[in-house]
């Protein structure tokens, strides 16, 4: 793991001052966990598109069982990178489309798991 490659935010002043803090931290914190099968790595360049749908997915080398808010998260901040949606519109836009409200701890809590990998 390359802290270099990691999101700015997630060590340094304001976050954890190194990878073993962060992975206490997802140990003390970890929610209760809904299993279903996941991509595992569920962000844009792995969503194949054709005519407006989606077609097929890639890099399923991470798939299995897990919470679906693997997903989600990795989702969400793939479209941010990838776009130019706000937050809180992605928010409001992906409870619509999976048709329930985001626990955006959840959310938080996938993404800084993605971080040490």
Same mark, same amino acid.
Request: charged share 30%; with cysteine; glycine share 8%.
């Given at each position: 793991? =390359?802290?270099?490659?990691?999101?700015?935010?997630? /060590? *340094?002043?304001?976050?954890?001052?190194?990878? !073993?803090?962060? #992975?206490?931290? #997802?140990?003390?914190? !970890?929610?209760?966990?809904?299993?279903?099968?996941?991509?595992?790595?569920?962000?844009?360049?792995?969503?194949?598109?054709?005519? *407006?749908?989606?077609? *097929?997915?890639?890099?399923? *080398?991470?798939?299995?069982?897990?919470?679906?808010?693997?997903?989600?998260?990795?989702?969400?901040?793939?479209?941010?990178?990838?776009?130019?949606?706000?937050?809180?519109?992605?928010?409001?836009?992906?409870?619509?489309?999976?048709?329930?409200?985001?626990?955006? !701890?959840?959310?938080? /809590?996938?993404?800084?798991? =993605?971080?040490?990998?």
């Amino acid at each position: 793991m =390359d802290i270099e490659d990691t999101n700015p935010d997630t /060590y *340094g002043p304001e976050g954890f001052k190194d990878p !073993q803090e962060l #992975l206490s931290w #997802l140990k003390d914190n !970890q929610p209760e966990e809904e299993i279903s099968y996941t991509h595992g790595d569920l962000c844009m360049p792995n969503i194949l598109i054709k005519d *407006g749908n989606i077609s *097929g997915y890639i890099d399923l *080398g991470r798939g299995g069982l897990g919470d679906p808010y693997r997903d989600i998260a990795l989702c969400y901040r793939s479209y941010l990178y990838n776009t130019e949606i706000n937050e809180e519109e992605l928010k409001n836009e992906l409870e619509h489309l999976l048709g329930f409200k985001l626990d955006m !701890q959840k959310v938080k /809590y996938y993404i800084l798991v =993605d971080e040490l990998f």
